[in-house]
């Protein structure tokens, strides 16, 4: 693994049901977040981790969950999909959390219908 | 809460120049990013401002006023490959960063 991985790339979902998508990092980086993309709306903050063990909400976390259970995973779940969470989610990191520079790395992407 | 601007589209001829406008209004500054999109892609960093002025970067600059609010992002000597969103990106006070919409430019030949 180098960097980010998403998985899955894309994905059709009938709403109401349960889906997890996975992100994993091999940078050891303590900070990762959950973005969704959506036209003309940009990059939206879903969900964070400044560190292992620790989350945060976003801008956007309603109907989304996430957990942090070591440094390389960070797992997004929508437990009851709506035809609102179309869209294309990026999971991304940085070094740290706390400091001014801190550029953070996106993964390729998964691509989420939910119809 | 944030606020973001920059210009939907932009149109420029392979080797010209084009310049990305963005203004913000946020709560807190810990400085301004940019980052290129390709279409289908993920986005990749291309530059950090924290303090006033231009930083130089091969054929990019970003440029910062920090009392107005306002940085560009500079392309010179376009080429195909340069098509692409382009993102301007702010870190607000509790260092998480806010997007604007995007600015897609198209090069054609």
């Known amino acids: 693994i180098a960097g980010i991985t998403q998985a899955p790339t894309s994905q059709i979902l009938a709403a109401g049901r349960r889906m997890t998508l996975r992100c994993t990092q091999d940078?050891?980086?303590?900070?990762m977040y959950w973005y969704r993309q959506d036209l003309g709306l940009g990059l939206r903050l879903i969900h964070y981790?400044?560190?292992?063990?620790?989350?945060g909400k976003g801008e956007v976390p309603d109907g989304y969950s996430v957990s942090r259970a070591n440094t390389d995973d960070f797992p997004l779940t929508l437990a009851s999909a709506v035809p609102s969470q179309t869209s294309v989610y990026f999971c991304?990191?940085?070094?740290?959390?706390?400091?001014?520079?801190?550029?953070?790395?996106f993964g390729p992407g998964t691509r989420l219908t939910v119809l | 809460g944030q606020n973001i601007d920059q210009p939907t589209e932009m149109t420029a001829t392979e080797g010209a120049i084009v310049q990305i406008n963005c203004t913000y209004q946020t709560s807190g500054f810990n400085g301004l990013f940019w980052y290129q999109q390709h279409a289908g892609e993920a986005p990749t960093f291309l530059s950090y401002n924290v303090l006033d002025g231009l930083e130089e970067k091969g054929r990019f600059s970003s440029f910062l006023s920090r009392s107005k609010g306002y940085s560009y992002l500079l392309l010179k000597e376009l080429q195909m490959k340069d098509s692409a969103s382009y993102l301007c990106a702010v870190c607000s006070n509790d260092y998480k960063l806010s997007f604007g919409a995007g600015t897609t430019v198209t090069v054609r030949a």
């Open positions: 940078m050891r980086h303590n900070a």
């Open positions: 991304a990191s940085s070094k740290t959390s706390g400091e001014p520079y801190n550029e953070q790395f």
């Open positions: 981790s400044n560190t292992a063990g620790t989350t």
